[in-house]
């Protein structure tokens, strides 16, 4: 059986949310924001900047934004939802996935 990485969820509110993208810009590395129009579609040659994606997921313009980032020598994938009470988090840690295999 194959061992999998935990998941990470929580529903951010409006401040919560500020402070996530603020801590990722001020504190992470490698950053990479993967836009998202539908569950399984990724806005193809798509360049966008982390506040880019904080006003857009705002905005209800896309339907999801991953942003992957490295903190502390771990790398990690924050996926970020709009819903009825402000936004879902789903993280996962992308360091422990990979030597999961």
Known sequence: MTNLP???MATLDE???EV??????A???????VPKRSSRQRVENCCMTLAEAEMAI????LRAVQVRYTYEGVRWCDTLLPNGAGWSLTRI???EASTAE
């Open 6 to 8: 935990d998941l990470h």
């Open 15 to 17: 401040g919560t949310l």
């Open 20 to 25: 996530l993208f603020s801590d990722i810009d």
């Open 27 to 33: 504190l992470g590395q490698d950053i990479e924001v």
């Open 58 to 61: 705002r905005a209800h313009s």
């Open 93 to 95: 840690n992308l360091t």
